[in-house]
């Protein structure tokens, strides 16, 4: 599970660092899993076999990053949703960072942190399928460039079916939130109101 280090300078309240880091220990872990990741690639056995030995002998945080098909996903998005352009790329993946701590905030439990790179991974769709589909309504675009309407029909149906999965996740987060708090949904408050007569009769009739 990774470390959120959430990061404030006292300059005007601006913001100043906010980001997900690793332990050191691994990241050393993940460059020599990589290292010996490249020499399986090229065809290495006997780097195949030491990869899988090192990776069945790490950390359950190692095996976690080393496996997150979400990071891996998000990094495939956005180039696309960047256009290529490199502070735009630089700068989503600082967001999804900022966004991951954000959400997550202080001592998320494993199944929270979970439901948080989901919304992660869904808000960069919805943004992309926005970007696209406003690119395809602008009035920049000559009638040979437009995609054609059969088109942006599945790209409408993606946004909803995208739209629907990330407001899902954000629902499931708060209630999971919810259960976890151990908070009851519904507090009965009884209040019982008795006159000075009442209470003077009790303390004549007490013993």
Partial sequence: MSMVSTKYEANGGEHVDRTLELPNETKAKLQELQALSNKAKDGDKEARKELRRVLRASSPEVVAR?????????????????????????????????MRADIAGQDASPLELLLVERIVSCWLIVETLDALVS????????????SPMSYLRHVFKWQESINSRY??????????????SNIP???????????????????????
């Fill in 66 to 98: 080393a496996s997150d098909l979400a990071r891996w996903g998000q990094k495939l998005v956005i180039p696309t949703a960047a256009g290529k352009d490199p502070l735009m790329e630089e700068a989503l993946v600082a967001r999804l960072d900022l």
């Fill in 135 to 146: 690119v395809q309504l602008g009035p920049h675009l000559k009638a040979e460039q437009c």
């Fill in 185 to 207: 949904g519904i507090q009965y408050n009884t209040q019982i109101n008795v006159s000075p007569e009442a209470r003077l009769e009790n303390v004549e009739e007490g013993p």
């Fill in 167 to 180: 407001f899902s996740a954000i629902r499931e987060l708060a209630r999971v939130r919810k259960l976890q």
